[in-house]
């Protein structure tokens, strides 16, 4: 193999090595968001263990007269704030 081939051979190497180093950074910032994104959605459990929408409705229900209740119980100058 002569010098100048040598050469190019390595400068070809080295720039696999760059690309293949660039596209692994990138796949380990993909891993880290996506397994970000599963700890998010593992710590609503809670919403992932209702088997039915019956189940789904009288938990709304429940939010929502519990959210009324305490928008209720607010002084009436707190509410004029918010809105």
Request: net charge positive; aromatic share 4%.
């Given at each position: 193999m002569s010098p100048d081939a040598k050469v190019a051979r390595i400068?070809?190497?080295e720039n696999m090595l760059l690309m293949s180093s660039a596209a692994l950074k990138a796949m380990t910032s993909q891993l880290?968001?996506?397994e970000e994104r599963e700890r998010a959605l593992n710590s609503?459990?809670?919403w992932n263990q209702l088997r039915s929408m019956g189940e789904t409705?009288?938990?709304?229900?429940y939010l929502f007269n519990a959210?009324?209740?305490?928008?209720c119980s607010l002084p009436s100058e707190n509410l004029?704030?918010?809105?």
């Open positions: 400068a070809s190497i880290t968001e996506a609503r459990g809670r409705k009288n938990v709304l229900q959210t009324a209740e305490a928008r004029i704030k918010h809105f």
